[in-house]
Every structure is written in C-alpha cells, then in structure tokens.
C-alpha cells in the first residue's frame, strides 16, 4: 500500500490560517490502514483545527467527511454537494494522489494535501511501515530471494553489495539492513546459489521506472 | 482569577480507577466536584478523540486513569492508552498549548485514598494553569 504521514501541525495551521470554512476530507483506501487519513485522522486533525483556531480566536468552520477512495473519479463525484457549500479550502487527507483529483475535478476550489507521502510497503508490525517496491515497472525480485534490490538497496544494485555494507548493516544507518546482505545469506541457507543465483543481471532498462517519463496503463478490454 | 473553577474530564478504567472512585465514596472521602468522571471499560477504550472532544466541550484538562502497569486486565490496555496520552500531549505542545492539560495516571481499584490525591493534584494544577487557551475566545 502507499504509506503516507500526517504534514506537521504547524503546517497545516498554515494552510488555513485565512480560512473561515475548510473541509477536511479522508480515504478509506492506503492511508486509513497506515492510520494517516481515514475517519479517524480526519476527525483528530478537525478537532484539532478548531481548537487551535478558538485558541487564537478566530472563527472557523471545519466539516469532514472521508471517500470510499480518492483516486477514483467516481467516488470524487460524492463530493459535489458538500463543494456546493462554498468552503475556503479543501484539505485531502489521501496520498497526493488524492488532492489532485480533487482539484481537477472542482477546478475553482483550493485543495491542500494534509499528508506527505512517503513510498509503497508494508507494515512490519503495528505502528512500523518499510519501503518494499520503487515501481520500477519491470519486477526481478525472483531473482533475489523475493527481495527487492532496486526499492531496498540505497544505491539500487543489481550485481551485489557495495563497499559500504558492513555487518549486514547499509552505510547509510544502523537501522537499513543491507537488502544484499540478506539476499546473499538467505540464497546460501536455501542452496539456492549455483542455481537461481549465478546468472549476471544484465544492465536493467529504467525506461520502465520514472526514467520513462510520467506512466500510465491502459486496458483496452476495460477502457469503455 | 483565584474564583476559577476548572472543568476536569477524567476518563476512568472500570477495572481500577472507577473502582477506587467507588471506594474513595464509600470512605466518605471528599474530591473536588471539578471532577467529571467518564466510564470506560479499560483504558486501551481511550481515543484520542475521547480528549480533543473533551476539550472542544470547554474542559480545562483531561486525565485519563488506569492501571498500575503489568496489571492491566486486558494486558496492555493501560500502555497503549499511555502511548495515546503522549501522542496527544505532544499534539498539544504543537498547538502551542500546555501539555500538562491531559495527564495519564495509574492506580489500583484499592487505593481510594489515591483517587482523591490524584482528583486534588489534577484539580491544582490545572487551577494554577488557568482556563483552558482553547475557550478564551469565549470568555473574551
């Protein structure tokens, strides 16, 4: 899923600091599971809103509602009556997908984003979220144990570990695992190292990945 | 401002805190009226929202009592509820607002003396903080 953060409070304060009537809205796809925008954030950063705005004493009006996703045009339309009420911002709580659908569909309305989004992974456990794909557009981890090099190796090698991976740990923090580390050790433990190991990658063609430009996909068999 | 009077929510695990409520009354031991107490069925119930909501309805401060920690009847309720405190507390501390409006505390269901303690503590201490930043708008 997309893992994405809450902006700072300050931030955001920012954002509708001359406002007198925002909506806040979540989504119910990525960011309700990594708990950054679902009904529940939504509502905290609402209340939060407004109290800080009866703090300074200014009047602010904050209504929230969250979308079954916000990367679907069809559920965007949903918002239609609530847009019709006039309010001085939008604050999208999706990734950063969100906002812009938001903002083409209801050109006229000012759509901040309340998250930074952050990459695709997975939750290690409660509370814990890692990098596992960069959507490079041409996926190889069969050949690494399952393991990504390209999301989880800092300098996305494709023929080994660099100089800089010492006690299984990157250079770059104690707290990154060398992917190739672990390749290389789970490869061995599962005598897999002459077999599915050997073959040299070749140079990997990027034009796949966000070297291509922007991406899309279409699916004719879909498409009406 | 010596008059004022503090509106205090304290959200009160069944299994402690609003036990020691229970006993704290049957003692006869007096508490400050400033005091309003909310049920909950253990601490891990807490919301985030249970205090910001809290706030939002003009309370001065919020506290949230449960357990002492390893006796949690669901384990780790009073632990997670304490993570959710410092969450939040920090939350206010961005806000610009003193964090020491929403505290955690512990007890266990036999210790009515400490409920009364812990009412007074909260109850001064909010007293000296004054009333709460996000109503002064309204008191303006």
């Known amino acids: 899923m997309i893992i994405a953060e809450r902006k700072p409070f300050e931030e955001l304060k920012g954002f509708v600091a001359d406002k007198k009537k925002v909506l806040v809205v979540g989504c119910r796809g990525c960011v309700t599971v990594c708990n950054a925008g679902g009904t529940k954030e939504v509502g905290i950063l609402a209340s939060e809103l407004r109290l800080d705005a009866g703090?300074?004493?200014?009047?602010?009006?904050v209504d929230e509602?969250?979308?079954e996703r916000q990367c679907d045009p069809e559920y965007i339309e949903e918002l239609v009556e609530m847009v019709g009420k006039n309010y001085d911002a939008i604050l999208s709580m999706a990734c950063s997908v969100g906002p812009q659908f938001i903002s083409t569909r209801y050109p006229d309305q000012t759509v901040y984003p309340s998250l930074n989004t952050l990459f695709m992974g997975g939750a290690l456990q409660h509370g814990i979220w890692a990098e596992r794909c960069q959507g490079c557009g041409n996926c190889v981890i069969h050949n690494f144990g399952g393991m990504c090099p390209v999301a989880r190796c800092a300098k996305s090698l494709q023929n080994g570990p660099c100089g800089g991976s010492a006690n299984g740990v990157c250079e770059i923090s104690k707290e990154v695992d060398c992917i190739w580390h672990l390749i290389a050790t789970k490869m061995m433990e599962t005598g897999k190292v002459e077999t599915d190991f050997a073959p040299v990658q070749p140079i990997k063609d990027w034009s796949t990945s966000r070297d291509g430009g922007p991406r899309k996909v279409v699916r004719e068999d879909l498409v009406k | 401002?010596?008059?004022f009077e503090p509106k205090i929510i304290a959200f009160c695990c069944q299994y402690c805190a609003y036990s020691a409520a229970d006993m704290a009354g049957s003692m006869r031991l007096q508490y400050p009226t400033n005091v309003e107490i909310v049920l909950i069925p253990c601490t891990g119930r807490f919301d985030m929202l249970f205090a910001l909501k809290a706030f939002e309805g003009?309370?001065?401060?919020v506290y949230v009592a449960g357990c002492l920690e390893g006796t949690c009847h669901f384990l780790d309720?009073?632990?997670?509820a304490k993570k959710r405190v410092n969450y939040l507390r920090n939350e206010l501390k961005n806000m610009g607002v003193e964090e020491e409006r929403l505290r955690m505390y512990n007890l266990s269901a036999s210790q009515g003396p400490r409920f009364m303690e812990i009412a007074y503590e909260f109850t001064d201490l909010i007293k000296q903080l004054g009333p709460s930043p996000f109503k002064k708008k309204d008191a303006a």
Not at chain 1, 55 to 61: N, P
Not at chain 2, 58 to 61: E, I, R, S, T
């Open chain 2, 58 to 61: 003009g309370a001065d401060g």
């Open chain 2, 77 to 80: 309720g009073n632990i997670r």
């Open chain 1, 65 to 67: 509602h969250t979308l």
């Open chain 2, 1 to 3: 401002m010596s008059d």
């Open chain 1, 55 to 61: 703090k300074d004493g200014r009047e602010l009006t």
